[in-house]
Every structure is written in C-alpha cells, then in structure tokens.
C-alpha cells in the first residue's frame, strides 16, 4: 500500500522508463528505475494492527531500520519551547524517534481522541540528531483524548523538505489512525504525562501504530475497579 496520491506520479516515472528503453537508453532506464525504487519504498504506507488495551500510547513514528530507532527519553520542563502549547503541567515525559530514511514516515496517532491545537514553525533543516527541536522546521499537534493529552511533535530534518499534517483542529482520531507524514526521513517527539508508565527503552525499535510506548496511571485503577465489580 502507497500514500494516497503516490501512484500517479510513480506511473509517470514508469512511463518515461518504458519509452527511454524503447529508444535504447538503457542507462536512462536503469537510473529511473532505481529511483522509482526508492521512492516506492519509501512512500510505502502499510497497514497496522493497533492494540485495544485500554489506556495505552502508542508509537507515532517508526524507528526500526538502520538508526531508525527510540533515542531520547527523558523528564522536560518549563523551559522546552512547546509544553505550554501542550499541557499545564510544569513537567513531562519526552520519547523521541528517530526515523531512517528508510523507515515508513508515515505518522498514526498515539491515543484516541480530538485534535485541539496544531501549529506550524518554519526553521532550519539540520540533521534531525541531538536537540534541533528550537532550530529545525517542524509541526505541533496535540491530541486530548479520555486520560490526558499528548502532543506530537513533527521535525523535519537535513534530507526531509516537507512536513504534511492530514488532520486539522476539532477533529476526532482513533488510536492507530494516520494524522501525517515528514517526507524523507526526520524525527518525531512524543509528549506525554509525567506520571505515564514508560514500556520501552532507548534504543527500542518502534512501528507507528503498533508499538505501545507508554500506560496511563488511570488505567490501573480502572483495571482493579472492574475486577471488584466481578467478585461482587
């Protein structure tokens, strides 16, 4: 499965390969061909299975081949430029993805829930390691679902020259749903709640949509308010 929209332009490319062998550019060919290649893999849009365990967060972006992976998960404050855009709290925990350029780039959404602010920052286009987050492009979405609210943070880098959002303000996503995609490779923050339960590690491999990240702390207490219901 492609990105919708991928296909024309790939049957063009196709095309103009067809009549340069026809004429016998065979090198012509060759070269339009392996970048057909690489594009088709990377506008590659495959289909997830999203967990329905209650109260999970799952990954907004794969990290899983070559560098692709988790490697920032750590306690931010007050003093990181978008929190206030995201929560109230003075504190929260952020899970950072950093996604090859081979990796699928499209993003899903980590919980279920409305659409409540995006905002776009024009910036820079250096290569999406370390902390770029003040410097580089990049695209704020947060997402208020049952337990709390999560931010996503698209970040373009060195080779990604467009980030593209697919949802706007006001409307609901499912978890799992795509929301964007950051075209040739970049990374991706995940903003969550201090008190969430971390399921994965720096330098954990993670698939959009599949991967569960984190738990809320409601989750518990609804889970042991169930099982006494039953016992009675």
């Not at 780039?105 to 770029?132: C, E, M």
């Not at 995609?181 to 330098?203: A, H, Q, T, Y």
Request: some cysteine; charged content about 25%; overall charge positive.
């Amino acid at each position: 499965m492609l990105v919708n929209g991928a296909s024309k332009k790939f049957g063009i490319l196709l095309t103009f390969s067809i009549f340069f062998f026809l004429l016998g550019y065979y090198i012509i060919t060759f070269f339009i061909l392996s970048f057909l290649a690489f594009l088709i893999q990377f506008f590659r849009d495959p289909q997830r299975k999203t967990p329905n365990s209650k109260g999970i967060i799952v990954a907004a972006a794969d990290g899983r081949i070559l560098s692709g992976k988790i490697d920032r998960i750590e306690v931010i404050d007050s003093s990181h430029p978008l929190l206030d855009k995201i929560t109230e709290d003075n504190e929260a925990i952020l899970v950072s993805t950093f996604m090859s350029p081979f990796d699928v780039h499209v993003n899903r959404a980590p919980i279920t829930g409305k659409i409540i602010h995006a905002s776009y920052y024009p910036g820079k286009f250096k290569i999406a390691k370390g902390k770029i987050l003040k410097e580089n492009e990049k695209n704020l979405m947060v997402i208020e679902g049952k337990y709390s609210r999560v931010g996503i943070i698209q970040i373009a880098g060195f080779i990604a020259r467009r980030i593209i959002q697919y949802v706007n303000v006001g409307e609901e996503v499912k978890i799992g749903a795509r929301i964007g995609m950051i075209r040739f490779g970049s990374r991706v923050d995940l903003i969550i709640p201090k008190d969430c339960e971390i399921l994965v590690n720096i330098g954990s491999k993670s698939k959009a949509g599949e991967t569960i990240i984190a738990r809320f702390p409601h989750t518990e207490e609804e889970r042991s308010i169930g099982d006494d219901r039953k016992k009675i």
